[in-house]
């Protein structure tokens, strides 16, 4: 479990983070621009963070390695048997699930409603009484 765990976090921190910081900015460019959700804009962002997903699986399992990561000597019996199977899912949930976590910290750098505001142009109402 734990062998699959630690590549798993840094692929769903790498995946919510380009996710997260690909998603704004075409929001707040290419979404302005054609005036798309901001659902549109997140599943663009999305489409992005798994084709760069792709890319770096392989340099995330690598980097485990070389931190000392080595997969369990597994017989073919035992690495077929349903309780190999079940901790090796588990290791994978439970690390995608702290790496997407982890990978939310582009949320804390962003201003959403300023961002939003800089780009609609403004509309100033001037009250009758003035």
Not at 30 to 36: D, N
Not at 56 to 63: K, M, Q, R, S
Request: net charge negative; hydrophobic share 45%.
């Amino acid at each position: 479990m734990f062998h699959n765990c630690i590549p798993f976090i840094g692929f769903g921190f790498l995946d919510n983070a380009i996710m997260i910081a690909a998603g704004t900015q075409i929001e707040l460019s290419i979404g302005v621009t054609l005036g798309i959700s901001t659902m549109a804009a997140a599943a663009w962002g999305n489409l992005i963070s798994d084709l760069a997903g792709l890319g770096l699986a392989g340099y995330v399992e690598v980097l485990a390695t070389k931190f000392g990561m080595q997969g369990p000597e597994l017989s073919p019996k035992q690495a077929d048997m349903w309780q190999t199977r079940v901790s090796s899912h588990m290791g994978k949930a439970i690390g995608v699930s702290i790496g997407c976590i982890l990978g939310m910290f582009p949320l804390f750098f962003l201003d959403d409603d300023e961002d939003k505001e800089k780009a609609q142009p403004r509309i100033d109402t001037v009250s009758p009484s003035s």
